[in-house]
């Protein structure tokens, strides 16, 4: 909401979807391609304007454990 890029709320997901425990080291989130995770101040600033100019917006989970893939669209 507002293009702030809140992945907090992503990570939080992500641990109440599973039963065993994701280890954030192992965990990659990528908005349109752009690393979230230890984003610096002008990163944020590009992950913004990503979500200010496209209608659609694709977010990628890795949990980097296992052999699964899925996509889901909303």
Request: proline content about 4%; charged content about 25%; aromatic content about 12%.
């Amino acid at each position: 909401y507002g293009a702030d890029p809140n992945w907090g709320r992503l990570v939080m997901a992500v641990g109440k979807v599973f039963d065993e425990t994701i280890p954030f080291e192992n965990l990659s989130i990528k908005f349109g391609g752009i690393e979230v995770k230890n984003a610096d101040v002008p990163t944020k600033e590009k992950l913004s304007n990503y979500l200010k100019q496209n209608e659609e917006i694709q977010i990628t989970v890795t949990l980097n454990s296992g052999n699964f893939s899925a996509k889901y669209w909303g």
